[in-house]
């Protein structure tokens, strides 16, 4: 995500570190380049002229202090016109009302019922309540078979009453919802190849019946700038409350995310990051360009672990670290909490000053790691537990048990026992930093 463009400003800016102070020509220089890159990463040419218009007015403006270094402060105003451009603020759902009604809308093929069951997902998980989803796709072939079927993946009732009518049965699933003490009610509407005037008026009437908190357009980034026509005609007649960019981990430039709000005064909400169904965030603005600009997000590195990582279990293998008594099983429950974070290539792009460390562009092979878990799983408990007994016989066990070779299994003891030393020496503050 963002990956080209970011590089590109990363670089530019890079260049105006070095100068001793803004004038117009270097200015003029950065500017240039700026300028190309947001434009080859399709963002709208109106919003690209009043950004770098915005940017150099305030940075000849400024009065630099003696203790700040003007690259820096270039910098800093191009972050601070970044996270206005992506929308300011945060905004956040509205979830009030018992239940809270959630209304998700878009043409067909833009991502809308995988999102909803990942929204939902996101809720249950974020607020510890009990969402209910709503299947009002009547017309696309197998829609509600797809909504029942991530519900069940997902552990989510799916409320439907097949074929009837969507503004009724949108009615009735909010009523059902009273009734069985559901805290969200996320209703997937139609889609359509395009806006007609039959999907509109449908979405509308749902609309009116059930007035929603929250009425959400899924949009594929992938669209480009004709997302930012999707957006607009159906704010035009179906007043949105948000924006959710799906397939933003794709083959896509990321233009759309910089002109949406610019352009069209609705927000991005939310983000689909993965084709997981934990693969959606919350957007948010300084955070989104603390990243594109190469600063990290340690925060939603932070955020991620929280979510994902036992903190009971992470106390225990701590311990054990300290203690000098972390084994392959310690090993082994380490790595299915990592699992949970999603890919860590992606995480490490989280951690700031990835690039200058060469991290941002870390490939790290799932199946690897699967056949690291794979050995770990063929060995007994005893041998996991001490690792020290599996001699030759044994390593060709695990290495027949796991699909490996006994060089494989090799290595991992190898790198495990080298692990252990390193742990020993930290614990005992002798480890000697490379600096």
């Given at each position: 995500?963002?990956?080209?463009?970011?590089?590109?400003?990363?670089?530019?800016?890079?260049?105006?570190?070095?100068?001793?102070?803004?004038?117009e020509?270097?200015?003029?220089?950065?500017?240039?380049?700026?300028?190309?890159?947001?434009?080859?990463?399709?963002?709208?040419?109106?919003?690209?002229?009043e950004?770098?218009?915005?940017?150099?007015?305030?940075?000849?403006?400024?009065?630099?202090?003696?203790?700040?270094?003007?690259?820096?402060?270039?910098?800093?105003?191009?972050?601070?016109?970044?996270?206005?451009?992506?929308?300011?603020?945060?905004e956040?759902?509205?979830?009030?009302?018992?239940?809270?009604?959630?209304?998700?809308?878009?043409?067909?093929?833009?991502?809308?019922?995988?999102?909803?069951?990942?929204?939902?997902?996101?809720?249950?998980k974020?607020?510890?309540?009990?969402?209910?989803?709503?299947?009002?796709?009547?017309?696309?072939?197998?829609?509600?078979?797809?909504?029942?079927?991530?519900?069940?993946?997902?552990?989510?009732?799916?409320?439907?009453?097949?074929?009837?009518?969507?503004?009724?049965?949108?009615?009735?699933?909010?009523?059902?919802?009273?009734?069985?003490?559901?805290?969200?009610?996320l209703?997937?509407?139609?889609?359509?190849?395009?806006?007609?005037?039959?999907?509109?008026?449908e979405?509308?009437?749902?609309?009116?019946?059930?007035?929603?908190?929250?009425?959400?357009?899924?949009?594929?980034?992938?669209?480009?700038?004709?997302?930012?026509?999707?957006?607009?005609?159906?704010?035009?007649q179906?007043?949105?409350?948000?924006?959710?960019?799906?397939?933003?981990?794709?083959?896509?430039?990321?233009?759309?995310?910089?002109?949406?709000?610019?352009?069209?005064?609705?927000?991005?909400?939310?983000?689909?990051?993965?084709?997981?169904?934990?693969?959606?965030?919350?957007?948010?603005?300084?955070?989104?360009?603390?990243?594109?600009?190469?600063?990290?997000?340690?925060?939603?590195?932070?955020?991620?672990?929280?979510?994902?990582?036992?903190?009971?279990?992470?106390?225990?293998?701590?311990?054990?670290?300290?203690?000098?008594?972390?084994?392959?099983?310690?090993?082994?429950?380490?790595?299915?909490?990592?699992?949970?974070?999603?890919?860590?290539?992606?995480?490490?792009?989280?951690?700031?000053?990835?690039?200058?460390?060469?991290?941002?562009?870390?490939?790290?092979?799932?199946?690897?790691?699967?056949?690291?878990?794979?050995?770990?799983?063929s060995?007994?408990?005893?041998?996991?537990?001490?690792?020290?007994?599996?001699?030759?016989?044994?390593?060709?066990?695990?290495?027949?048990?796991s699909?490996?070779?006994?060089?494989e299994?090799?290595?991992?003891l190898?790198?495990?026992?080298?692990?252990?030393?390193?742990?020993?020496?930290?614990?005992?503050?002798?480890?000697?930093?490379?600096?």
């Open positions: 995500m963002f990956e080209s463009l970011g590089e590109r400003l990363q670089n530019a800016l890079h260049k105006i570190k070095g100068y001793g102070k803004i004038t020509d270097n200015i003029s220089d950065m500017m240039r380049e700026i300028r190309l890159a947001l434009l080859e990463a399709d963002v709208n040419y109106k919003v690209v002229k950004f770098t218009n915005s940017v150099k007015e305030k940075a000849l403006g400024e009065e630099v202090a003696s203790s700040i270094h003007p690259g820096d402060l270039f910098v800093k105003i191009v972050k601070d016109e970044l996270t206005e451009l992506l929308g300011g603020e945060t956040e759902l509205n979830l009030k009302g018992n239940p809270a009604i959630l209304m998700l809308v878009g043409l067909q093929g833009s991502g809308k019922t995988t999102t909803i069951a990942k929204l939902s997902n996101f809720l249950r974020k607020h510890h309540k009990n969402p209910l989803l709503v299947a009002c796709d009547v017309y696309r072939p197998a829609a509600i078979d797809q909504l029942k079927q991530l519900g069940k993946q997902l552990g989510i009732e799916v409320y439907d009453e097949g074929k009837n009518d969507p503004v009724e049965i949108a009615l009735h699933a909010v009523e059902y919802a009273k009734d069985n003490h559901f805290d969200y009610v209703i997937d509407t139609a889609g359509r190849l395009h806006i007609d005037e039959e999907l509109m008026n979405l509308d009437q749902i609309q009116k019946k059930v007035s929603p908190n929250e009425t959400l357009l899924v949009i594929d980034a992938m669209m480009g700038q004709d997302a930012i026509n999707v957006i607009t005609g159906f704010h035009d179906l007043p949105l409350t948000g924006v959710i960019l799906t397939k933003l981990d794709g083959d896509t430039r990321g233009g759309v995310a910089l002109s949406v709000r610019h352009l069209t005064h609705v927000p991005i909400k939310f983000i689909g990051t993965s084709e997981k169904l934990d693969g959606l965030d919350s957007f948010e603005p300084e955070r989104m360009a603390g990243r594109i600009l190469g600063m990290g997000d340690i925060v939603s590195l932070v955020e991620k672990a929280t979510e994902a990582i036992d903190e009971k279990e992470a106390e225990k293998t701590a311990k054990r670290m300290q203690q000098g008594k972390f084994d392959l099983e310690d090993f082994l429950s380490t790595m299915k909490q990592m699992k949970k974070l999603g890919p860590l290539e992606n995480l490490i792009k989280l951690i700031p000053g990835a690039k200058k460390m060469g991290l941002n562009n870390v490939k790290i092979d799932p199946k690897q790691m699967s056949r690291v878990e794979a050995i770990v799983l060995m007994t408990p005893k041998e996991r537990r001490n690792p020290d007994i599996i001699k030759a016989s044994r390593k060709s066990r695990i290495a027949a048990g699909g490996t070779s006994v060089q299994v090799n290595r991992l190898q790198q495990f026992d080298q692990m252990k030393k390193m742990m020993k020496q930290m614990s005992n503050g002798n480890m000697k930093l490379p600096f």
